[in-house]
Each structure stands twice: as structure tokens, then as C-alpha cells.
């Protein structure tokens, strides 16, 4: 694996949904243009989008998958990549929509594009299985890994306060600012469901590909706006 970019995935990112408060993430929206910046300077042959999803099972999305942000308020159409998708093909759940609009709005014409949604129940192993088979293939890859920390920060939080989110979202956010696979892969599953932390499986999908690859990171963005954990990063 070449490089990845760490990104959260609100749909508050997109400034028509957020309306009057997208001035409140505009430092958030440039760190995640800056982290694409070093997935395109990475020349990839190709670009794996991965985020949250439903179902136990990870479920691919082609190149041309098109997704709306028509259910949060804003007449926004966006499409993964280019191409066609196959007739009737479902889709992008919200947080692949989210990665489409980051390199839509970032102007990405690096390399092909394509998506996969990771259960937020995949269990540890699976993940680290998923990322070495995205790892393993001949062409060289980059990741966009979209993914929330606890979302229990405050007490104006969607799952109120909870004193173990701080401390797990620390952990988190200096795994993915030193490229730390380990400490990634070690993140419980269990604790993350219970703090509404929907990036642990796609973290853990981005362990399992970068383990071995000698990646250095850099934390580029670590707040908390409305309680949840936003964490940038980019790998190289």
C-alpha cells in the first residue's frame, strides 16, 4: 500500500447540508483536501474509498456508484469515480457518499476509484483480512478511510457524555497521527460500539493493509465539534 488519507465522514461536510453552520468546518474541510493531496502525490493505480457501513459482511461499490445527500436536506447528486454501474446497483451508504463529494469537491483524477463498506460489527480479524487482501493485489494502492471517533464527547453529544470517550479517542487519533497499525488493530470493537465510534472497522481495514509497510503518518486535524470525534490524518 502506498499512502492513505484519513477522513471523517459527517455529512455535515457537505456545506449544503451543513447551511449555516459550514463556516464551523471549513478547517476540517482543508485538512481533509490536504490529506488527499498526499494520496495524489502517491500517483496510485488505483483508489480504495472505505467506510461504515451495514451488514456483517463488507460490500463493494464499482466506480460510478451514485449517491445523494437528498436525505439530510440538499439537492446534492455525487457519483464514486466515474463509469457505469451495473443496472438496478444500490446506492452509496452515507459515508461512501461523503468520500465522493471529498474528492469530487478536491477535483481527483489521480486514478480509477473504487468503494467498499465495512459493517460496523466486523470483527477485528476480518478487518485486518480485508486490508491484506486490498494489500496483496498487484496494483498500487491508496486508501481514503472515512470514519468517526466516539460520538459521547459532551453531554450535547448524539450519545450523550461518556467519560471513556476522551481516553479512546486520544488512542485513536495517536494511532492514526503516527501510522501505528497495531494499536489500531487493537482498538476493542465492543468499547467502539458502545461510544458510537463508526471508524474502528474501517481503521482496522487500513491496519491490516498498511502492517509491514513502513508508512509514516501525520495527524492533521483532532477536534470534537458536537461531541464527536473528528480525527484527520494522512500516511506516506
Do not use: I
Amino acid at each position: 500500500m502506498l499512502a492513505a488519507a484519513v477522513c471523517p465522514c459527517p455529512p455535515l461536510l457537505q456545506p449544503q447540508v451543513a447551511a449555516g453552520a459550514a463556516a464551523e468546518l471549513a478547517a476540517l474541510r482543508e485538512s481533509c483536501a490536504a490529506a488527499l493531496d498526499t494520496l495524489a502525490e502517491a500517483r496510485p493505480d488505483r483508489l480504495v474509498v472505505l467506510g461504515p457501513g451495514a451488514g456483517a459482511e463488507p460490500t463493494p461499490y464499482p466506480s460510478g456508484t451514485p449517491g445523494s445527500f437528498r436525505g439530510f436536506g440538499a439537492a446534492v447528486d455525487v457519483v464514486l469515480g466515474s463509469g457505469t454501474p451495473a443496472p438496478g446497483a444500490a446506492p452509496l451508504p452515507a459515508s461512501l457518499a461523503v468520500g465522493a463529494w471529498l474528492l469530487a469537491d478536491h477535483g481527483w483524477a489521480a486514478c480509477p476509484v473504487e468503494g467498499l463498506a465495512v459493517g460496523t460489527g466486523c470483527p477485528p480479524a476480518r478487518c485486518a483480512e480485508l486490508g491484506a487482501g486490498l494489500a496483496a493485489g498487484p496494483a498500487r494502492t491508496a486508501l481514503l478511510v472515512l470514519g468517526d471517533g466516539s460520538a459521547c464527547r459532551t453531554v450535547k453529544a448524539p450519545g450523550y457524555l461518556d467519560e471513556r470517550a476522551a481516553p479512546f479517542d486520544a488512542l485513536a487519533a495517536e494511532a492514526l497521527g503516527t501510522a501505528d497499525t497495531a494499536a489500531l488493530a487493537g482498538l476493542d470493537p465492543v468499547l467502539a460500539e458502545e461510544l458510537g465510534a463508526a471508524g474502528r472497522a474501517p481503521w482496522q481495514v487500513l491496519a491490516g493493509a498498511a502492517a509491514g509497510a513502513g508508512l509514516a503518518g501525520k495527524l492533521l486535524y483532532d477536534e470534537a465539534p458536537y461531541g464527536v470525534g473528528y480525527f484527520v490524518a494522512a500516511w506516506s
